[in-house]
């Protein structure tokens, strides 16, 4: 199988299903090509060490802005990327982007309990709107932020680098298209060992939302119900820690169950003091494997015990070129703000099955 990168992000920007499409597909809308402007909405670890770094390999959307409350910050990524001082902004002016050409496009890199205030905030300036994953701390958070974007006539897209992958796109590919047979068994994990930075805001309730379930078991939830094709209907969990003396406001370990009308249940795990990260699927006739499955580097699919070579993309690149060309073109979002809402709905019910131990309707 052939992968042009061009071609790749402008079919994954579409919906579309195929990975290949004419290089001259744009040519029929007569759009003229241009690089949109995105500022970065905090300045932590993923800015820093994916993002930035992504956008210097974009072809649709370039680094023109920040927000962020350091100053060292500021200086130190004005100087690196070249970044004007008109287009830096802290959160106590972020409103103000409003008046800003050079950026069409912020990309929420926040705690997750900030996602709703800043997602909506661009939303009014009039622009653009990426946020992290999960999209918030709760569902009726979800349906604000996509609400303010629908009034203000923007675009939403949420973090979700994962459906723009190749690897995780053949996944659902063969799932939709049921090539070895119907789904009989799902199941997937995602975690990992937490041993320092305790002061890390993940590790903390309000700003997080939750435990490991919001970082980690979101990228099973949103990979099951891709692979299934269908939302799950009900949810059975259960939650245990044991290192009490780290974990003191949020969950360690999740165990949850998703389950289907077609009468299939995805057996699913989250933890801070595991080490996972895979998404299989048993059909009739083959089972197939992602493993790894939700990391940053190279993903490695197995079909009936062997890989499908399907190479590398920088995620983050292909996601944000993507949303660009949804801006451009003026198409609908594949990680759109209902992906989020939908993972956000299962979320809920999780902790309160969990927390009841009783079978919860989604």
Not at 77 to 91: F, G, L, Q, S
Not at 281 to 305: I, N
Request: charged share 25%.
């Amino acid at each position: 199988m052939h992968f042009d990168r061009r071609s790749f992000i402008r079919s994954t920007s579409l919906g579309l299903g195929s990975l290949a499409l004419p290089k001259d597909i744009f040519s029929i809308t007569g759009q003229t090509e241009k690089k949109l402007g995105i500022a970065l909405v905090g300045l932590g670890s993923y800015s820093a060490g994916r993002l930035a770094p992504a956008l210097q390999e974009t072809e649709y959307i370039k680094l023109t802005g920040i927000v962020t409350g350091t100053p060292e910050k500021a200086k130190d990524w004005a100087e690196k990327y070249h970044i004007k001082t008109e287009n830096i902004y802290t959160y106590e002016n972020y409103d103000s982007i409003k008046d800003n050409p050079e950026i069409d496009v912020v990309y929420i890199v926040l705690p997750n309990g900030m996602h709703a205030e800043y997602t909506i905030r661009g939303a009014q300036a009039g622009k653009h709107v990426i946020c992290e994953k999960p999209m918030a701390n709760s569902v009726r958070e979800c349906e604000e932020m996509i609400a303010a974007c629908k009034k203000a006539g923007v675009k939403l897209q949420i973090g979700y680098r994962l459906l723009y992958e190749p690897n995780n796109m053949e996944m659902e590919r063969i799932c939709r298209e049921k090539e070895y047979g119907d789904i009989r068994a799902v199941e997937s994990s995602n975690a990992f060992y937490a041993r320092d930075d305790w002061d890390n805001w993940r590790f903390h309730h309000e700003l997080a939302g939750g435990g490991p379930l919001m970082d980690m078991g979101v990228y099973s939830i949103h990979g099951v119900r891709h692979a299934m094709g269908s939302e799950p209907v009900a949810i059975t969990a259960q939650s245990f820690n044991t290192r009490k003396e780290k974990f003191t406001d949020i969950e360690e370990t999740l165990y949850w169950q998703m389950y289907f009308d077609s009468g299939v249940v995805a057996n699913c795990m989250t933890s801070y003091s595991a080490r996972a990260g895979h998404l299989q699927v048993h059909t009739d006739q083959a089972s197939y494997r992602l493993e790894p499955a939700f990391g940053y580097g190279p993903l490695k699919l197995m079909v009936k015990g062997e890989e499908v070579k399907i190479p590398h993309t920088n995620h983050q690149a292909v996601q944000m070129d993507a949303f660009a060309r949804n801006i451009l073109d003026n198409t609908e979002v594949v990680a759109s703000g209902t992906e989020g809402l939908n993972d956000l709905k299962v979320i809920e019910a999780i902790y309160k099955a969990a927390k009841s131990g009783e079978k919860v309707m989604v």
